[in-house]
């Protein structure tokens, strides 16, 4: 089968491990199943582990991606859960310290089938289209559960988004203006502050500005580059959400503003498959489609690769294989 894989690791030049072809096709283990894609979208992640972050070089070579949506060996429409728990464990599956996602221990999802545990599988709402449905698991999974379990957003709060066209970006502003919550993002382009504000932000400021007034939540994937601004943005005994540090993962912590000001820094991870359900019935109950930048042919999958790594891009990239 056609997938995209990973066959060497370069933390520099991650693209160089990138290659897309055929490979033998997965071979699921007892309670598992496998799917075939529809569509598969594009992460950070994917990036991350050309760089060797969560995948390790004894591990290739592994078909990369976390998300899909396909059909399953009964004929049922599916979204892929990608959060793979550890058989004995009960409970949330982000807490299990064995977990992994797909294309970390296990063939990933940028390919013409993928082998997932059955309880991995959630039914896809007909509604809601196979590329639509490929952007939840990851990226969108993981802006529900900074904002709402984490982070314990309600209406009439305001929320500032660092980073505003990543993919997780995105998911936060429509998710938190459907949900009533004012949404500020900051971004570095012009052009992305102005489709944030069509995606339902608020207010888009430049990266860095002094934002009007001090905010109760702010959700960080951007990491180095906006972490002092998030403190500084935060009213007292406001909380950060972290899921992610895309531009380094060591900036000063600013201390002395957390605790004088008895702030909460948060951690975030994926989400549990109860919140993916959530998650795919308020997009329903809402008509929020996730913004695709780019629909691509599997085989032209390096082209996605190539825009993400630039950061030219507002909302997913999405292959169909
Ligand atoms: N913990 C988890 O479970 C989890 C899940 C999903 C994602 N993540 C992580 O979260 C991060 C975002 O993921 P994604 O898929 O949304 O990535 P993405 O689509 O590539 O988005 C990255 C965003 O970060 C901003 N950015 C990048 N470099 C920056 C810099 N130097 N200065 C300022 N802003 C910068 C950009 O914002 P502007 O260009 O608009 O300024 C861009 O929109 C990644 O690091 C990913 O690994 C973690």
Not at 123 to 142: G, I, N, R, V
Not at 187 to 197: G, I, N
């Amino acid at each position: 089968m056609l997938a995209v894989y990973a066959d060497q690791i370069n933390p520099d030049d991650p693209l160089r491990g990138l290659q897309v072809g055929e490979v033998p096709d997965p071979t699921p283990q007892d309670g598992w199943t496998t799917v075939t894609v529809r569509a598969a979208a594009l992460n950070h992640h994917d990036l991350w582990s050309l760089r060797g972050v969560g995948l390790s070089a004894d591990a290739l070579p592994m078909i990369l991606g976390c998300d899909a949506a396909g059909i399953d060996g009964d004929g049922n429409e599916v979204v892929v859960h990608a959060v793979i728990s550890s058989d004995s464990w009960r409970g949330d599956e982000t807490l299990d310290p064995r977990r992994s996602l797909l294309s970390e221990r296990h063939p990933g999802a940028l390919a013409q089938r993928v082998a997932v545990p059955r309880r991995n599988l959630l039914p896809k709402p007909a509604e809601l289209s196979f590329a639509h449905a490929a952007c939840l698991p990851t990226a969108w999974l993981t802006a529900y559960r900074m904002l709402f379990t984490r982070g314990q957003a309600t209406p009439g709060m305001t929320v500032l988004v660092q980073g505003a066209g990543g993919g997780v970006a995105t998911a936060l502003i429509m998710l938190g203006a459907a949900a009533g919550i004012r949404v500020w993002v900051t971004s570095r382009s012009e052009a992305k502050r102005t489709e944030a504000l069509k995606l339902g932000a608020d207010q888009a400021f430049e990266s860095g500005t002094r934002l009007p007034e001090r905010v109760d939540l702010v959700m960080e994937t951007v990491g180095k580059a906006t972490w002092a601004h998030s403190v500084r943005s935060l009213k007292p005994g406001g909380t950060l959400v972290v899921s992610g540090a895309t531009s380094g993962d060591a900036p000063p912590a600013e201390l002395t503003r957390v605790f004088f000001l008895q702030l909460s820094v948060v951690g975030s991870t994926m989400g549990t498959r109860d919140e993916l359900e959530r998650l795919i019935r308020f997009c329903l109950e809402r008509d929020i489609q996730p913004p695709i930048h780019a629909t691509l042919p599997l085989a032209d999958a390096r082209e996605g690769f190539q825009a993400l790594l630039e950061g030219d891009v507002v909302g997913k990239i999405v292959f169909t294989p």
